[in-house]
């Protein structure tokens, strides 16, 4: 029991004094490399702590070994910028003055549903409040609203189309029906399975992109003067 106790605390300083030499970005946002190489001195540093037939000299060593080449893909990643967007990547602007981009959405294994997630964390309800938004290459949202774009967010948009399907919980959930959808997006020249995104907010402001084109907003009455 005491030798696993001495050896716990050998790692956990060793790991420790790493982890700082490795710099604050390591503890705060990290680029994929980086993830990649936590993950690995975690699993080294468990494997000698809990099994006493395992010389600490390895664990050490295997740790220090990952550190070495932490440093050496961190001055690649600082020093070869041609080499930087290989390792650590490169942002992706998701959003433009034309709408959202679906080709870097799918290039980064996302949905539509994901980047309207990512816009309300970030406090924007409506896709027409941003002119630009973008994923990091570490992975955080970040965005550039539009200068009137609390004006633009007055009811919280629900998404009625979501490539080219409806979503039936959403048109539940506002008492609208598809018939009424597909009744606007004719007067638009539009069929359901050429739409990327549809959204109805309960003033009755729909935002609509077809794919490969760009986005519209419309301004309409919803039957029975329904509101939310």
């Known amino acids: 029991m005491t030798l696993i106790i001495i ?24 680029q994929p490399f980086e993830l990649v190489i936590t993950l690995l001195i975690a699993e080294l540093a468990c494997i000698p702590m809990a099994d006493a037939s395992i010389p600490l000299l ?7 070994t990952i550190f070495v080449l932490h440093e050496i893909v961190t001055l690649i990643d600082l020093k070869a910028k041609p080499l930087k967007a290989l390792v650590s990547g490169k942002p ?8 959202i981009d679906d080709y870097q959405l799918k290039k980064n294994r996302l949905d539509v549903s994901d980047l309207i997630e990512s816009l309300r964390a970030a406090g924007y309800f409506s896709l027409d409040c941003v002119d630009y ?24 948009p629900l998404v ?11 048109l539940a959930l506002c008492k609208l029906t598809r018939e009424f959808f597909d009744k606007l997006l004719k007067e638009q020249g539009l069929r359901v399975k050429r739409v990327l995104v549809l959204t109805a907010d309960g003033s ?9 084109e760009r986005f519209r907003t419309l301004q309409t009455d919803y039957p029975g003067g329904l509101s939310w």
């Open 92 to 99: 992706s602007v998701v959003i433009n003055r034309n709408g």
């Open 204 to 212: 009755g402001k729909i935002y609509v992109q077809a794919k490969g």
């Open 58 to 64: 390895y664990g050490v060593v295997s740790v220090v």
């Open 133 to 156: 938004a973008l994923y990091e290459s570490n992975g955080t949202f970040s965005a550039l609203p539009r200068k009137d774009y609390e004006n633009r967010q007055t009811s919280l």
């Open 7 to 30: 050896r716990t605390a050998v790692l956990f300083l060793t790991l420790l004094v790493i982890m700082r030499l490795m710099g604050k970005r390591q503890i705060g946002e990290m």
């Open 160 to 170: 009625i189309i979501d490539n080219g399907k409806y979503n039936g919980g959403n």
